[in-house]
């Protein structure tokens, strides 16, 4: 029951006392005397009086009754506000009596921060005559505040003015809690629903949730972007779909039916599909990845799909690169006889490149990937140190350098040049070893022919200078039998110079023709092979440190090749270089090719040692030898300025030039051997060498060596 009720009941008990009041009117008409209960000195009939009084007297006990009984707390107020009256459920909460609660005092029961509210509210409420309703907290006996409603109305009479107002106060504590609860609840709802959405929003991949009709109700900014779609405008997923250009990763056309989210309202969950598409954002055709599930409820039925598409177009595009790039490694290394191998430790299992199984002139199924079979192939007097490296190398985490034989299947020797590094877990266990191994046989017979020329030639030295010191030995006895006539010894003296000096320059001559056949047989060959490695030195992948490395290591060896063959042939030179000098010898060899040259040289005297100017003579030698050949040039210009420490040389010609790096017909490589050769005797005298040409205008050849030091 609520305050209607109530305000229904005290309308009828109203009703009553104003009839009582009409009554009381009436009999004062009749000058009677009116007293509480009876009229004295009349003989009215004062039933109908005695009636009202007590229809007032029940209803105003049915009154309190109802008051009492329902579940409310009940009060009653005077027309300018003041309480008078609070049901016993009402007190006994509050734990007042009623004369506690009387006029104001009730506000002091009030939470403090819904005192003035309620103040303000009941004032304005009592003033006006309106309803009052507010919710606020207050205070039970205990001194817990709880929550109610306060509810309360005017009673009015005939003319309109408010006799009492009666009102209710309803607890709503448990209410008030629960929605606080599940305010509560919604606010973190709506937190996770905002993060939840700003996860979405941030993803990069386009993420598409579709309904049981057919049509997008989410869809991500990437989505929307690459597909050039608004947000407020329904989306039909098979419309969509209609209109795309789709295809299936085979390059076949993929159906409308096949699209994910229509496989996944039907129950499929497609995971990691890839399909090819060209986005209305990009206008080109795009690799995606694509997955797709059902989203059900909690009795399972499917109530819509959800779908992510990854765009893989870049990672395709890196694929394919890396494809190129093992491609070009694989060349690389057969070029360079170079192949790489991977060994897990724990597992003894051999990864081996293409060019391992060349080098070992063996197939995949001859040569199975295992530490033993790779030993077996192993020359038997070398299997000792491989073993003792592999096991050096698992230990102290590096794998060589060193050589070693094998025996090939149809028993001829490779020698082979290793080096490797282990990797290491956590806890120091070798993991696995990466290596490389690389056909040296060619340097090595190259170094074996080195070895032979060199003791050919130190016999042939030893023999000349045997020659020559009998020779001596017989010129000492005719001078000795000759000591009386000083004239004649004289003579013999002279003699015994000049048949020196013709000993010194036969020596001389035949080191030349020695120093001659070794440049030309063994020195042009490594200048080849090492042109060819560095033709391919760009094709040697950035990130393969080991692989970059094991081409150094090769060009150490080939420049320690040269240098040797360097050594050797210096002990020998142009006669015109010991006779006239370098500068003399430069100017003639220029002129001897009958074209014009302009001169522009210094006095290079004491510059370099004999063994330099050689060097220096030869690059000479092969610039103009292919300005002779190739340039068909009517001038060159040679220069030699010194500089400080260093001495700059420069040949420059007026021909027809050509593309440096391009040597593709059969005299433009032998040009580009030529410039190789000239490149590396300036770097084996510490010296810098630049070739500038230009295709139908010029070449010029420019190089600095460092001068003897004064």
């Given at each position: 029951?609520?305050?209607?009720?109530?305000?229904?009941?005290?309308?009828?008990?109203?009703?009553?006392?104003?009839?009582?009041?009409?009554?009381?009117?009436?009999?004062?008409?009749?000058?009677?005397?009116?007293?509480?209960?009876?009229?004295?000195?009349?003989?009215?009939?004062?039933?109908?009086?005695?009636?009202?009084?007590?229809?007032?007297?029940?209803?105003?006990?049915?009154?309190?009754?109802?008051?009492?009984?329902?579940?409310?707390?009940?009060?009653?107020?005077?027309?300018?506000?003041?309480?008078?009256?609070?049901?016993?459920?009402?007190?006994?909460?509050?734990?007042?009596?009623?004369?506690?609660?009387?006029?104001?005092?009730?506000?002091?029961?009030?939470?403090?921060?819904?005192?003035?509210?309620?103040?303000?509210?009941?004032?304005?409420?009592?003033?006006?005559?309106?309803?009052?309703?507010?919710?606020?907290?207050?205070?039970?006996?205990?001194?817990?505040?709880?929550?109610?409603?306060?509810?309360?109305l005017p009673l009015r009479n005939d003319a309109g003015s408010i006799v009492r107002w009666f009102g209710t106060c309803t607890?709503?504590?448990?209410?008030?809690?629960?929605?606080?609860?599940?305010?509560?609840?919604?606010?973190?709802?709506?937190?996770?629903?905002?993060?939840?959405?700003?996860?979405?929003?941030?993803?990069?991949?386009?993420?598409?949730?579709?309904?049981?009709?057919?049509?997008?109700?989410?869809?991500?900014?990437?989505?929307?972007?690459?597909?050039?779609?608004?947000?407020?405008?329904?989306?039909?997923?098979?419309?969509?779909?209609?209109?795309?250009?789709?295809?299936?990763?085979?390059?076949?056309?993929?159906?409308?039916?096949?699209?994910?989210?229509?496989?996944?309202?039907?129950?499929?969950?497609?995971?990691?599909?890839?399909?090819?598409?060209?986005?209305?954002?990009?206008?080109?055709?795009?690799?995606?990845?694509?997955?797709?599930?059902?989203?059900?409820?909690?009795?399972?039925?499917?109530?819509?799909?959800?779908?992510?598409?990854?765009?893989?177009?870049?990672?395709?595009?890196?694929?394919?690169?890396?494809?190129?790039?093992?491609?070009?490694?694989?060349?690389?290394?057969?070029?360079?006889?170079?192949?790489?191998?991977?060994?897990?430790?724990?597992?003894?299992?051999?990864?081996?490149?293409?060019?391992?199984?060349?080098?070992?002139?063996?197939?995949?199924?001859?040569?199975?990937?295992?530490?033993?079979?790779?030993?077996?192939?192993?020359?038997?007097?070398?299997?000792?140190?491989?073993?003792?490296?592999?096991?050096?190398?698992?230990?102290?985490?590096?794998?060589?350098?060193?050589?070693?034989?094998?025996?090939?299947?149809?028993?001829?020797?490779?020698?082979?040049?290793?080096?490797?590094?282990?990797?290491?877990?956590?806890?120091?266990?070798?993991?696995?070893?990466?290596?490389?191994?690389?056909?040296?046989?060619?340097?090595?017979?190259?170094?074996?022919?080195?070895?032979?020329?060199?003791?050919?030639?130190?016999?042939?030295?030893?023999?000349?200078?045997?020659?020559?010191?009998?020779?001596?030995?017989?010129?000492?006895?005719?001078?000795?039998?000759?000591?009386?006539?000083?004239?004649?010894?004289?003579?013999?003296?002279?003699?015994?110079?000049?048949?020196?000096?013709?000993?010194?320059?036969?020596?001389?001559?035949?080191?030349?023709?020695?120093s001659w056949d070794l440049q030309e047989s063994i020195a042009q060959s490594i200048a080849v092979l090492k042109m060819d490695?560095?033709?391919?030195?760009?094709?040697?992948?950035?990130?393969?440190?080991?692989?970059?490395?094991?081409?150094?290591?090769?060009?150490?060896?080939?420049?320690?090749?040269?240098?040797?063959?360097?050594?050797?042939?210096?002990?020998?030179?142009?006669?015109?270089?010991?006779?006239?000098?370098?500068?003399?010898?430069?100017?003639?060899?220029?002129?001897?090719?009958?074209?014009?040259?302009?001169?522009?040289?210094?006095?290079?005297?004491?510059?370099?040692?004999?063994?330099?100017?050689?060097?220096?003579?030869?690059?000479?030698?092969?610039?103009?030898?292919?300005?002779?050949?190739?340039?068909?040039?009517?001038?060159?210009?040679?220069?030699?300025?010194?500089?400080?420490?260093?001495?700059?040389?420069?040949?420059?010609?007026?021909?027809?030039?050509?593309?440096?790096?391009?040597?593709?017909?059969?005299?433009?490589?032998?040009?580009?051997?030529?410039?190789?050769?000239?490149?590396?005797?300036?770097?084996?005298?510490?010296?810098?060498?630049?070739?500038?040409?230009?295709?139908?205008?010029?070449?010029?050849?420019?190089?600095?060596?460092?001068?003897?030091?004064?």
């Amino acid at each position: 029951m609520g305050i209607d009720f109530f305000a229904n009941v005290l309308n009828v008990k109203e009703s009553l006392r104003l009839q009582l009041e009409k009554a009381k009117k009436a009999l004062r008409k009749h000058d009677a005397t009116w007293v509480e209960g009876m009229v004295p000195g009349s003989g009215m009939d004062i039933t109908k009086h005695n009636q009202a009084e007590e229809a007032l007297r029940e209803s105003a006990e049915r009154f309190r009754l109802l008051a009492e009984l329902i579940p409310v707390l009940v009060w009653s107020a005077c027309p300018d506000g003041n309480s008078d009256y609070y049901n016993s459920r009402f007190l006994e909460y509050l734990g007042k009596t009623a004369e506690e609660m009387l006029g104001w005092t009730w506000t002091s029961t009030l939470h403090p921060d819904d005192q003035q509210r309620s103040i303000d509210a009941w004032t304005e409420a009592s003033t006006k005559g309106e309803e009052y309703r507010i919710e606020y907290r207050i205070r039970r006996a205990d001194g817990q505040y709880r929550w109610h409603i306060g509810h309360a109305l005017p009673l009015r009479n005939d003319a309109g003015s408010i006799v009492r107002w009666f009102g209710t106060c309803t607890d709503i504590d448990d209410r008030k809690r629960a929605e606080e609860e599940t305010q509560r609840l919604l606010n973190v709802v709506q937190v996770e629903k905002d993060k939840l959405s700003a996860l979405v929003n941030s993803i990069n991949d386009e993420i598409w949730f579709a309904d049981t009709q057919k049509k997008f109700t989410l869809a991500n900014p990437s989505a929307l972007r690459e597909f050039g779609l608004d947000s407020e405008k329904e989306i039909d997923v098979e419309k969509l779909a209609a209109k795309l250009e789709v295809y299936r990763a085979d390059g076949s056309h993929r159906p409308i039916e096949e699209a994910p989210s229509l496989l996944a309202l039907h129950g499929e969950v497609v995971r990691n599909r890839e399909e090819i598409i060209r986005t209305p954002a990009s206008g080109e055709l795009r690799y995606r990845r694509v997955s797709s599930a059902p989203v059900r409820d909690g009795r399972g039925n499917i109530i819509g799909s959800v779908s992510v598409a990854h765009d893989i177009t870049e990672l395709k595009r890196i694929e394919e690169s890396l494809r190129q790039s093992e491609s070009s490694l694989a060349e690389a290394q057969r070029i360079a006889h170079l192949g790489s191998w991977e060994w897990d430790i724990a597992r003894n299992d051999l990864i081996l490149t293409e060019e391992i199984y060349r080098i070992f002139g063996l197939t995949r199924q001859e040569l199975h990937p295992t530490r033993e079979d790779f030993l077996s192939w192993v020359h038997p007097d070398d299997l000792p140190t491989v073993i003792h490296k592999l096991e050096e190398g698992i230990k102290s985490g590096k794998y060589g350098p060193y050589y070693y034989r094998i025996v090939r299947s149809d028993g001829s020797i490779r020698y082979i040049y290793a080096r490797g590094i282990t990797y290491f877990d956590q806890e120091g266990q070798p993991l696995r070893m990466l290596g490389t191994a690389q056909d040296v046989t060619e340097l090595k017979q190259a170094e074996e022919a080195l070895r032979q020329a060199r003791d050919e030639l130190e016999q042939r030295v030893q023999e000349r200078t045997e020659d020559l010191r009998h020779a001596v030995e017989m010129l000492q006895e005719e001078v000795i039998e000759r000591q009386r006539a000083e004239e004649a010894l004289k003579d013999s003296e002279a003699k015994l110079r000049d048949l020196a000096r013709h000993l010194l320059f036969l020596q001389e001559m035949e080191r030349q023709a020695l120093s001659w056949d070794l440049q030309e047989s063994i020195a042009q060959s490594i200048a080849v092979l090492k042109m060819d490695l560095r033709t391919f030195e760009q094709k040697l992948p950035v990130r393969n440190k080991a692989l970059r490395e094991e081409y150094r290591q090769t060009l150490k060896q080939i420049d320690g090749i040269v240098e040797n063959l360097r050594r050797r042939a210096a002990e020998l030179s142009p006669q015109m270089l010991t006779d006239l000098g370098l500068t003399v010898g430069l100017k003639s060899l220029c002129e001897s090719y009958g074209i014009e040259c302009l001169f522009d040289l210094d006095d290079l005297s004491e510059c370099f040692s004999l063994e330099d100017q050689v060097s220096i003579y030869r690059v000479f030698q092969e610039a103009m030898n292919n300005v002779s050949r190739h340039a068909q040039a009517s001038q060159v210009t040679v220069a030699a300025k010194k500089k400080d420490e260093r001495v700059d040389f420069l040949v420059e010609d007026n021909g027809q030039g050509f593309e440096v790096g391009k040597m593709e017909d059969l005299e433009a490589g032998r040009r580009g051997i030529g410039l190789a050769t000239m490149s590396e005797r300036v770097r084996a005298l510490d010296g810098t060498f630049k070739i500038e040409s230009q295709l139908g205008v010029s070449t010029r050849i420019f190089f600095s060596i460092p001068r003897i030091p004064k």
